[in-house]
């Protein structure tokens, strides 16, 4: 059974940043989803098992930045230049039958419980 712990999050007013980090209890491909209220799960970020390919949504490429450290199996989400449509709830999600990072969330196995970004204007 794979484990997924994030933290970070919170209430920042726009143009702030926040850092979100999911520890996992073994490496695989990785992905962060959001969801706002009334809305769909989105693809934000994902990133390969290596660390070495990283993608992301149009809406935040430029401002959010992907990383991991394979010592320690965390991934962390780097949210700069907020926006107040960037307000959701942020996923953790780990894939186990690809080294890829997909867009897909049905592509992936294991979520995070979820934390609360809002952004204020």
């Known amino acids: 059974q794979v484990q997924l712990v994030e933290s970070g999050g919170g209430l920042v007013q726009a143009g702030g940043f926040l850092s979100l980090s999911c520890a996992a209890s073994g490496r695989y491909a990785m992905g962060w989803f959001r969801q706002a209220p009334g809305k769909e799960r989105e693809f934000v970020a994902g990133i390969h098992w290596s660390g070495d390919g990283t993608r992301y949504a149009d809406s935040v490429q430029g401002r959010f930045t992907i990383t991991r450290d394979n010592s320690k199996n965390t991934v962390r989400l780097q949210m700069n230049s907020l926006k107040p449509e960037d307000t959701a709830i942020y996923y953790c999600?780990?894939?186990?039958?690809?080294?890829?990072?997909?867009?897909?969330?049905?592509?992936?196995?294991?979520w995070g419980q979820g934390t609360q970004v809002t952004v204020s204007s």
């Open positions: 999600s780990a894939r186990t039958g690809s080294r890829w990072a997909s867009t897909n969330p049905y592509d992936y196995d294991y």
